[in-house]
C-alpha cells in the first residue's frame, strides 16, 4: 500500500533556530500533501495544504510566514519552522492524497520541543 | 461548520468483548469517511475507508458502516485483544478537507 514517510521522528532546538521537517511519498506521487498539527489528547489540526509546484494554502490563523512549506516535486513536501518558539513545540504530522483511491495517508509524524 | 463527533471519548474493556466505537458528522455530502488507529506519539494507520458509495467495510477483527443520511458511522471491533489499545480516529472527507473527530482512546486489558 501507499507508504509516507516523514522525518525526523524527533527533533530539539533552541529557540530562535529553524527546524525542516521532510514528508515524502515513497511509492507514489502525491500532487497534494497536507500538513497538520496535534496538541495533547486533541485531534490533528489542518495547518496548510501543499500543492506541487505552486504555494500552500495556509488555514486560517497559521502563519505563512513562520511555517513555511514547500513542495517542489511529486513526492517531497517540506514545512520549516522558522525562528521557533517553545509554543510551536507541538507534534507534526504530514499527509498525501493518493487518487487511486482518495485515502489519505499519514507519515509517522514529528515531535518537535523548542527550548 | 463541518464538525465530527466521536462517542465515547474513552472506552476499557477487558480482553475478548466486542465492542463499537461511534462517529458522527454534521454535513452528510461527504465523499468518503476514513478511520484511523493513532499510537501513542506516533502518526495514523489507516483502518478501513469507505467511500461514499458504500455502506459498509470489513477488514479482519474490524468492520466500518457508514450511513450518509443519519450521518454517522460506526466502528466494529470483534473479539478485542490488548493490541488493539490505541486512540481511534474518524475523518470526514468534504469535496476538499478531511475533517477529524477528536478519537476515542480505547484501553483493552488482559
Known amino acids: 500500500g501507499a507508504v509516507v514517510s516523514q522525518h525526523p521522528s524527533r527533533v530539539i532546538c533552541k529557540s530562535g533556530t529553524s527546524v525542516k521537517i521532510e514528508c515524502r511519498s515513497l511509492?507514489?506521487?502525491?500532487?497534494?500533501m497536507f500538513w497538520y498539527r496535534q496538541f495533547p489528547k486533541q485531534s490533528l489540526m489542518l495547518m496548510a495544504t501543499?500543492?506541487?509546484?505552486?504555494?500552500?494554502?495556509?488555514e486560517q490563523g497559521v502563519e505563512k510566514d513562520k511555517f513555511l512549506i514547500n513542495h517542489a516535486s511529486l513526492t517531497l513536501s517540506t514545512l520549516t519552522v522558522t525562528s521557533a518558539h517553545p509554543e510551536d513545540s507541538s507534534f507534526y504530522i504530514c499527509?498525501?492524497?493518493?487518487?487511486?483511491?482518495?485515502?489519505?495517508?499519514f507519515g509517522s509524524g514529528t515531535r518537535l520541543t523548542v527550548v | 461548520k463541518q464538525e465530527v463527533t466521536q462517542i465515547p471519548a474513552a472506552l476499557s474493556v477487558p480482553e475478548g468483548e466486542n465492542l463499537v466505537l461511534n462517529c458522527s458528522f454534521t454535513?452528510?455530502?461527504?465523499?468518503?469517511l476514513q478511520w484511523f488507529r493513532q499510537d501513542p506519539g506516533k502518526g495514523l494507520t489507516s483502518l478501513l475507508l469507505?467511500?461514499?458509495?458504500?455502506r459498509e467495510q470489513t477488514s479482519g477483527r474490524l468492520n466500518a458502516s457508514l450511513d450518509k443520511s443519519s450521518g454517522r458511522s460506526t466502528l466494529y471491533i470483534a473479539a478485542s485483544q490488548p493490541g488493539d489499545s490505541a486512540t481511534y480516529l474518524c475523518?470526514?472527507?468534504?469535496?476538499?478537507?478531511?475533517?477529524f473527530g477528536k478519537g476515542t482512546m480505547l484501553l483493552v486489558s488482559p
Open positions: 475523518a470526514r472527507r468534504g469535496y476538499s478537507t478531511l475533517t
Open positions: 499527509s498525501a492524497l493518493e487518487t487511486t483511491n482518495y485515502g489519505y495517508t
Open positions: 454535513d452528510s455530502a461527504i465523499y468518503n
Open positions: 469507505i467511500q461514499s458509495s458504500q
Open positions: 501543499s500543492n506541487e509546484g505552486s504555494k500552500a494554502t495556509y
Open positions: 511509492d507514489f506521487q502525491a500532487t497534494t
